[in-house]
């Protein structure tokens, strides 16, 4: 792989599609077994809803309303996925989305490209070509054929609503929001079967298969050849699996599902929920926070992706993308009126990585203030795994939120005082040096380097490693052996939509020292697991692992450093 | 490109602005760029010692007043204007015609304001105005006191005219309805302009600085105050008519130009396009990285008066200006470039501006390539505030 590094760098995205198709040919899963876990059902994402939507029926179709909320779990919105249900509320969310989608499909501007054929009379209804339409239609949106009977029932719905209204668009409208509404779309129902290869044991059917790996790499649901790939059972196979692994990490879509990784795990459903003194930081609002966001996944979509860098850097990486909106926020400038710019940080600039992003700064503060408590706590949480208990409930803020206290200028200051009370000092003591080491960058991701006159100190020391200031922490953070641990563990729970087990520690350790050797290069870990028995592994009743405890390969220094 | 200035991000620790100023100063100048965020003709409210003759009516009044002289009976004209402000082309906004040709009966008087007799507008009699002393005299009749500094001779005759119009007239922080009222619509509608300041060796004293007014391809955008948005990039935009290179100096934080046509082009909604002649500005260089302060100059007061009266009865009964009376006013008023016949063809004017840090580039002609290294100077001043810490740690802070 590190021979692969230079062309793909010359050739681009072209060329290291290429690399990371050599790669995976042949490659051989001598990875530890595992015992895999239970089939999953899990509750589409609303960015996953508005993608399906976009690749199958174009994106000029717009999906109106927000959807029910998702639940975070175990770090992830695609582990909390799989607990979650449809209220009524959230129901008729879905229903009316459901409805003037469908009435879009059929409307004069859409009809003749997504209806692939004309009804004999159009006031009528036409079986044969609403069968036609259904079963291409349902095909993609349920992610497999529609049973024989599934199809019947659509299509005798769609004819006795054609002939009642005399329309046979009006028949494939209501089709159309029938199926955006049923549990088949809305839920990623997977199924298992005796795994042939390994007696006793069970692995994904070939559908099931399909969307995992869909979802995993693109964030939607197959497209037509992974479908096809399903039905012609060439997913039975190591060798069918390889081969559509490697046409999907070598797409242009491979950025989707990183994106979507990315997004997922550094906890973007937040900004919907954020807000910030206008008084204290008026350049913070809505469409800063969209910018925000996008900034840090460009920033690591062209790293990660683009030009397969070294997962590690996204944390030291002094190229980004800048809008003029995210200019003023930084004080930077730039030059395109509108869109997105590159932007490279000369050397020596406090910005550098994602953590020194409005993303991140702004998203783990509070309204009117920073916060190296929950700056740290993220940190901790989102990027090494580790998790921080939440404070007590008796907890006397007064100190800390006292930003105007003549004896404290700073939070440094000011949390040194706090932390002096016993119940709070164990917990402190992990978060804040984390924290405190990005006060460079106010609540809202502006910079400044005093605070109340005071000058502001970042240096600091985290897990035994010291650094001077927000640059030498974003290194110390590049360098720390858990976060690619961690990163493992988290994308390999996006894919798989459920924490993995302690019977899995040993195959993620091993992902682990090949996703080091492999340079951290997150397609290929991507592809890796894409590719391994393990994804696709289901657990037999009574060998089902400990969903519900995080266990996590690697994590020795997890119980040192929440100490 | 002009870059961003430090002092938005001021230090308060002494040995900490001890060593920003080291290393500040260790470029023989810079260049700051600015959006301008306020822009409003300046009318000093000072009370009822302003207007001795009392405020000009309201539209309703002086429109009564004007049907009751043409010969409306009273109940006439009290049910003409029920209904105002009416709608022009209905039966209840018959005023409107009536008012529309009010000088004899025929003919525009917006667009022929001699067609109809002078009303009488009251205007300022008190002694204090912004302005400059444009002509350099200190003992003309007309001349104001400019209520900061005390300086004599300030000539504002705009501000003569318009300053008892209520509209007009705001007891500070407020600025004037119409102004504001203008300013809410253009800052949105029209491409935004532009301050440089080179040449800058100390924002508080620098002898020889270079301003330039231009005008951006952008517009400005709002933060979440509604305030224009500070530290946003801006093209310049080319156009020739909007290209202003003044000299001046910084003294003790203000910045003084000395005079020069100033040429702007606007929007029609204000004025297409402003052309003052002696200009100068007196701005206060803030350390919150801010200007504010005054633009003044000559400016044809014909052109003014069309800036009003061009919308017809809209801003008449609106902002109650009094379209016949602001015309004899103006021409009365005007002080300044006096043509064959001895009438005056210009107005002393001043505005107030405030502008905000921005990021003002230009392209470069040869190559059209858009020039950003401005911004990028900005950027070691960062460096040298994210060492701070470091450096005042090593000293023992």
Known sequence: ?563 | MTRLHSLTRPLGLAAGLALMTAAGHASASETRGYVVSWFGVSTYYGGESDCPDGLNPMSTEFYKRELLRLGYPEAEATKLLKDFPGNPGKPDGEYIKIMGTRGDKKTNVYAHPESSYDPGLHEVKGKLAYGFNLDGKTDSPISFTDPDTGEKGIKNQYYRTLGCIRSFRAPPPAHPTLAQAQWDVLRDEMPAWLIEISGMTDPKNSDNVTVTITKATDHASRDATGAIRADMSFMVDPDPRTQNVLHGKIKDGVLTTEPADIRIVADPFLIPEFHWTKAQLKLKVGEDGSLKGILGGYHDWYALYWSYAESGWVEEHSASVDMPALYYSLKRNADAYPDATGQNTAISTAYEVEAVPAFVMRKDDKNDKKVSDAGKAAQPQQRVEATMGGWLRKLGW
């Open chain 1, 1 to 563: 792989m590190v021979m692969l590094n230079k062309p793909a760098r010359v050739f681009g995205a072209l060329g290291f599609a290429a690399a990371i198709a050599l790669v995976g040919c042949g490659q051989k899963d001598d990875a530890p077994p595992t015992k895999g876990g239970p089939v999953s059902l899990r509750r589409l994402t609303e960015p996953e809803y508005r993608q399906i939507i976009a690749d199958v029926f174009g994106t000029t179709i717009k999906v109106p309303g927000r959807f029910q909320p998702d639940t975070r779990d175990n770090g992830l919105i695609a582990v909390g996925t799989s607990r979650e249900s449809v209220a009524g509320t959230g129901f008729e969310q879905y229903d009316l989305t459901a409805r003037g989608i469908a009435a879009q499909v059929i409307d004069d501007a859409h009809r003749a490209t997504l209806i692939p054929c004309t009804p004999a009379n159009a006031k009528e209804k036409d079986d044969a070509c609403a069968t036609q339409f259904i079963a291409r239609t349902g095909r993609l949106l349920f992610r497999r054929p529609l049973t024989k009977d599934e199809l019947a029932n659509q299509v005798k719905d769609a004819g006795d609503t054609a002939t009642k209204l005399g329309n046979f668009y009006s028949g494939i409208e209501l089709s159309v929001a029938g199926m955006l509404v049923s549990p088949q779309f809305l839920f990623r129902q997977e199924a298992s079967v005796a795994d042939s290869d390994n007696a006793g044991q069970r692995k994904l059917d070939a559908y099931s298969k399909a969307s995992r790996l869909s979802f995993f790499l693109w964030d939607t649901s197959p497209d037509l050849d992974l479908l096809d790939a399903a039905e012609k059972g060439e997913l039975d196979t190591d060798a069918g699996i390889a081969k559509q692994v490697d046409r999907m990490v070598t797409s242009p879509r491979l950025a989707g599902g990183v994106r979507a990784f990315f997004s997922d795990m550094l906890g973007f459903d937040g900004f919907a929920a954020l807000q910030k003194d206008p008084t204290i930081y008026p350049k913070y609002g809505s469409a800063v926070a969209v910018d925000a966001q996008e900034q840090t996944l460009r920033t690591v979509a062209d790293l990660l992706v683009t030009n397969n860098g070294d997962y590690r850097d996204i944390f030291t990486t002094r190229k980004t993308y800048l809008t003029r909106l995210l200019g003023s926020v930084y004080a930077v400038p730039v030059a395109v009126p509108t869109g997105w710019e590159s932007h490279t940080y000369p050397e020596g600039d406090p910005r550098a990585g994602i953590l020194t992003q409005v993303s991140f700064v702004a998203l783990h503060s509070h309204p009117g203030r920073s916060s190296p408590t929950i700056r740290g706590k993220a940190l901790r949480e989102v990027f090494l795994c580790q998790k921080v208990p939440d404070p007590p409930g008796n907890v006397n803020f007064a100190l800390v939120q006292d930003t105007k206290n003549p004896a404290f200028h700073t939070a440094r200051a000011r949390l040194g005082a706090h932390i002096n009370q016993p119940t709070c000092a164990g917990c402190h003591k992990i978060m804040d040096p984390v924290g405190l080491a990005m006060e460079n960058f106010d609540s809202a991701g502006g910079f400044r380097s005093t605070e109340n006159s005071s000058p502001i100190v970042t240096s600091g020391e985290i897990d035994g490693m010291k650094f001077d200031d927000v640059l030498g922490f974003t290194k110390v953070i590049h360098d720390h052996p858990q976060a690619p641990v961690c990163l493992v563990n988290r994308i390999y729970a996006f894919g798989t939509g459920r924490a993995s087990s302690k019977d899995e520690a040993e195959w993620l350790n091993y992902q682990v020292k090949q996703f080091a050797a492999s340079g951290y290069k997150v397609p290929e870990l991507m592809r890796r697991i894409a590719s391994s028995k393990a994804f696709y592994r289901i657990s037999t009743p009574g060998t089902e692992a400990n969903n519900a405890s995080l266990s996590m390969a690697g994590t020795g220094s997890q119980k040192e450093a929440t100490k």
